[in-house]
């Protein structure tokens, strides 16, 4: 079974860095796209940044210049470097990838991890 966990959250104070993690397992054949999302209460789960195998990135322009993605494809993770932290960084943070893996059959699919949360405070 193809799966997704995130590691890395936990709570800093405003200005520090974090450093998430995020390992895909199963299958696996490609993952043509990784990338992370984020979610607060009573607001739409928005794209934070995304990576494609060949290295191609596309960052959240709250977030152009503080975080950094990064992706192995040997060992399949992606990680998600944040620097600069503020207060509305504060979301559960979520890991998202497009898997072409072998279960019955091949297939495509689109995997989510459970998420984990990240608390900036000032």
């Known amino acids: 079974q193809v799966q997704l966990v995130e590691s890395g959250g936990g709570q800093v104070q405003a200005g520090g860095s974090l450093r998430l993690y995020c390992a895909a397992s199963?299958?696996?054949?490609?993952?043509?796209?990784m990338g992370w999302y984020r979610q607060v209460p009573g607001k739409q789960r928005e794209l934070v940044a995304h990576i494609t195998r060949s290295g191609s990135t596309n960052y959240a322009d709250s977030v152009k210049g503080r975080f950094t993605i990064s992706r192995d494809n040997a060992k399949n993770t992606v990680s998600l470097q944040m620097n600069s932290l503020k207060p509305e960084d504060t979301a559960v943070y979520y890991c998202n990838a497009e898997i072409i893996a072998t279960d019955i059959v091949v297939r495509s699919g689109n995997y989510w991890g459970q998420g984990t949360q990240v608390t900036v405070s000032s």
């Open positions: 199963g299958r696996i054949i490609s993952i043509p796209t």
